[in-house]
Nanobody, 124 residues
C-alpha cells in the first residue's frame, strides 16, 4: 500500500514555472515506477511524464517534452515534476501515481495507487 500526496500547484502566468512534488509513504518507494497525469475539465486523464524505479529512464508526453522534467529522490520518497514555459493549455489537476512495473507506462490501468491531485492554473 502506497499513500501519495501532491503539492506545489497554484496559479501562474503563461511562461512561468512550477515545481510539483509528490510525497510517498507506506511501501518501499523504490519498488514503484512513478507517473504524473493531468486532467482538465471535461477531458480524460492523460499521461504527462513517467520515471522508472531507479530514475534512470524517463518518458514524456509530446505536449510537454522539452518543457517538463520528471525526477525522483528515493531517499526522500518523493517524485517531482518541474514544469517550465507553462501554457494556458497546461491548466489541469495534476496527479501522481505509482506502478508496480519496472518502468512507467502511458496507461492509467498500469498504476496501482493515486494521489488526490493538485490544481495548476496557467493564465494567459
Amino acid at each position: 500500500q502506497v499513500h501519495l500526496v501532491e503539492s506545489g500547484g497554484g496559479l501562474v502566468q503563461a511562461g512561468g514555472s512550477l515545481r510539483l512534488s509528490c510525497a510517498a509513504s507506506g511501501d518501499t518507494f523504490s519498488r514503484y515506477a512513478m507517473g504524473w497525469f493531468r486532467q482538465a475539465p471535461g477531458k480524460e486523464r492523460e499521461f504527462v511524464a513517467g520515471i522508472s524505479r531507479s530514475g534512470g529512464d524517463t518518458d514524456y508526453a509530446g505536449s510537454v517534452k522539452g518543457r517538463f522534467t520528471i525526477s525522483r529522490d528515493n531517499t526522500q520518497n518523493t517524485v517531482y515534476l518541474q514544469s517550465n514555459s507553462l501554457k494556458p493549455e497546461d491548466t489541469a489537476v495534476y496527479y501522481c501515481a505509482a506502478s508496480s512495473r519496472l518502468s512507467s507506462s502511458y496507461s492509467r490501468r498500469d498504476y496501482n495507487y493515486w494521489g488526490q491531485g493538485t490544481q495548476v492554473t496557467v493564465s494567459s
